[in-house]
């Protein structure tokens, strides 16, 4: 395919515009919802387009600012957000913010993007790219005559869920009944009644709310950008493409396109990579639980001595706020028990840590960067969804690519050990290793010369630049 022309202006239009080889270069506006799992995608997002030539402007609220010391090549709009107090760490109470955070966000962006156009002239901005949680701010750039994309994070299987939800509880799918939890939706095959986005029947009416906002956000925006791929979800796209009516460009994974990403919210520890560098090959599970999830105390006793009791070598991310409510405390005893056999930071360098040739599994919460992140590595999955899209995830990960498998029920140190070492050390793990391996290559073909994710991006640039 040839290569799309370079995104440079043909006339010279007021304001200030990036000069870029003596061209005017077409800006791309960017609002990411500030948090790590959305806020990644988006910035390789930035870098993906940085690198065909677009200028970047990201506006950001106040709340998980990002740092624009480490992107030196982009333009930073502060919105304020009217947030104070803590982060929230309930999952309704994230689902609240999101809400209460883009509304309040709308009257301070309006503002902002109307100085922006000002100074870079209307037709020198190519579009906005929101996150699709982000509808108010779709609104006002359309109010303003700016193109938008919408940026889904997560995968095509859970959008279709976005956009099924009202029949979901139509049918009585939702809200989740105790007895039905292993009811087939046959609607959406694989998925279960449990594997479906719920928060609860008290949460119900804001949950239906975000995604309905985010599916309006996606039908109103000129194309839906997702971070996935062919070789992961070939019919879910086909059936989005079906149901859509805007462009769909599946650009994923990523950050296989731009892995310098520099957007972590957190400081990574990368002393745990010199450690991963004495081990032996695949020989040992990465635990992490991303960004949100959090477990009880009870839990995270039971995965220590479950982790020391398999011993098998271990890195596992404990971030400040894994245990809700408490300053976590790893069990008396855990050091001495697994010293020079395992290693626990607070947050790690993942993706590195993921193609690090020691690392044989991923135990993870399969937030939807971590399971892409995890497939392109080739590394099989112990899985333990919190919330929200991860359940969906790890249905898929155990029943359809069939890379691992769910570690269900209350935890306890027992069947964590016998997991860990069906995964590390039995042939079913074995199997699922080499499963992985395929899909690691397919996914390289998808982001490869002339792959699919390659030829998605090609067009996304030229749709870009004919809006
Ligand atoms: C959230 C939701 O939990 C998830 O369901 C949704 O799909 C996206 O938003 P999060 O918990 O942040 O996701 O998980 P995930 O999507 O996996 O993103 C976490 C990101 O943080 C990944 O890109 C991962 O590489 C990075 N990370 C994680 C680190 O850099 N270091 C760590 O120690 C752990």
Redesign the pocket.
């Known amino acids: 395919m040839t290569p799309p022309p370079a995104p440079t202006m043909a006339a010279e239009s007021n304001g200030a515009a990036a000069v870029h080889g003596g061209h005017r270069r077409r800006h791309v506006l960017l609002f990411p919802l500030p ?4 806020i ?1 995608p988006m910035f390789r997002l930035a870098g993906v387009l940085h690198s065909r030539g677009f200028a970047i402007t990201v506006f950001h609220t106040h709340f998980n600012a990002p740092d624009p010391a480490r992107h030196p090549d982009y333009r930073f709009v502060p919105v304020p957000d009217g947030m104070s107090g803590p982060a929230p760490v309930a999952i309704e109470d994230v689902v609240v913010q999101i809400s209460t955070l883009s509304v309040a966000c709308e009257a301070p962006f309006r503002d902002r993007l109307a100085a922006v156009l000002e100074e870079y002239s209307r037709d020198a901005v190519a579009c906005l790219v929101a996150d699709t949680h982000l509808l108010p701010i779709v609104e006002v750039a359309t109010r303003l005559s700016v193109p938008t994309l919408a940026l889904r ?2 995968s095509a299987a859970s959008f279709a869920c976005f956009v099924a939800h009202p029949m979901l509880c139509e049918k009585g799918y939702l809200p989740v009944q105790e007895s039905q939890r292993d009811t087939p939706v046959s609607e959406l095959p694989p998925y279960r009644v449990r594997d479906l986005m719920y928060i609860g029947k008290d949460g119900q009416g804001v949950l239906c709310e975000l995604l309905a906002r985010a599916v309006a956000a996606v039908k109103s925006s000129s194309g839906l950008i997702l971070n996935t791929f062919d070789a992961l979800e070939r019919q879910e796209l086909m059936d989005i493409r079906r149901n859509l009516a805007v462009p769909v460009f599946d650009i994923g994974p990523l950050h296989k396109f731009s892995p310098a990403a520099e957007s ?1 919210l957190l400081r ?1 520890d990368r002393s745990c990579l010199e450690w991963l560098d004495t081990q032996p090959p695949e020989s040992v599970l990465y635990v ?1 639980f ?4 959090c477990m009880s105390l009870r839990d995270l006793v039971e995965t220590a001595w479950g982790i020391a009791g398999s011993g098998v070598p271990f890195l596992w ?1 404990v ?1 400040p706020g894994l245990v809700r409510g408490c300053a976590h405390q790893l069990p008396e005893g855990f050091e001495v028990a697994t010293r020079g056999r395992g290693m626990v930071v607070a ?5 590195e840590v993921l193609r690090h040739r020691a690392v044989g599994g991923f135990w993870t ?1 399969n ?4 399971t892409t ?1 995890s497939v392109c590595e080739g590394v099989p999955m112990l899985c333990r969804p919190y919330f ?3 359940m969906g995830n790890a249905r898929y990960v155990e029943h359809v690519w069939r890379v691992g498998f769910e570690v269900g029920g209350e935890l306890e140190r027992g069947s964590v050990e016998a997991a860990i070492r069906r995964l590390m050390a039995d042939r079913g793990g074995a199997e699922m290793r080499a499963r992985a391996g395929e899909l690691k290559k397919a996914t390289a073909e998808c982001t490869g010369k002339g792959g699919s994710s390659c030829q998605a991006i090609d067009k996304l640039v030229m749709h870009m630049m004919s809006l």
């Open positions: 948090f790590q799992g959305h990644n994070t997560g972590s990574q992490s991303g960004s949100l999830a991310v971030r947050w790690a360098p993942q993706e919460h937030g939807w960067n971590s992140e929200g899209d991860q």
